[in-house]
């Protein structure tokens, strides 16, 4: 059965307010869900989502999950591959973008002066 996530028109956004650390994250990464039906357990649905990353702010750990993942980086930088301490890595700035298959290992992050991302998640549904 299909899954849709909400019809939503034009609309402001508040950048202040609606922002929690994703679980697992540091409080200095933050995302606001902007639209989302998506069902990890079930494998189905997908989220839009804005991350942003504090100055200072990364992750200790490599990523992997299994739903694609779209991600354009819309302002600030974002070092991608550092170590567990937020060291090294390779430097983009903004406008960067990447989209990432499922099961593909990804990160650590971290962003030196502050970065805003949107992410599109999705499962493909085709291959159920």
């Known amino acids: 059965m299909p899954m849709n996530k909400p019809h939503l028109e034009f609309h402001p956004l508040d950048m202040n307010e609606g922002f929690a650390p994703p679980r697992g994250y540091p409080d200095t990464i933050q995302q606001k869900i902007l639209a989302s039906d998506i069902d990890e357990t079930r494998k189905m649905g997908s989220r839009s989502r804005l991350l942003r990353f504090a100055a200072g702010a990364f992750t200790t750990e490599p990523f992997v999950h299994d739903h694609w993942e779209e991600v354009y980086l819309i302002s600030g930088d974002l070092s991608v591959g550092t170590d567990g301490e937020g060291k ?19 990160g650590p992050f971290r962003s030196d002066g ?14 159920r």
């Open 88 to 106: 090294g890595g390779e430097k983009f700035h903004a406008p960067t973008y990447a989209c990432r298959p499922p099961g593909v290992v990804h």
């Open 114 to 127: 502050g970065c805003l991302l949107f992410e599109i998640h999705y499962y493909d549904e085709s291959k």
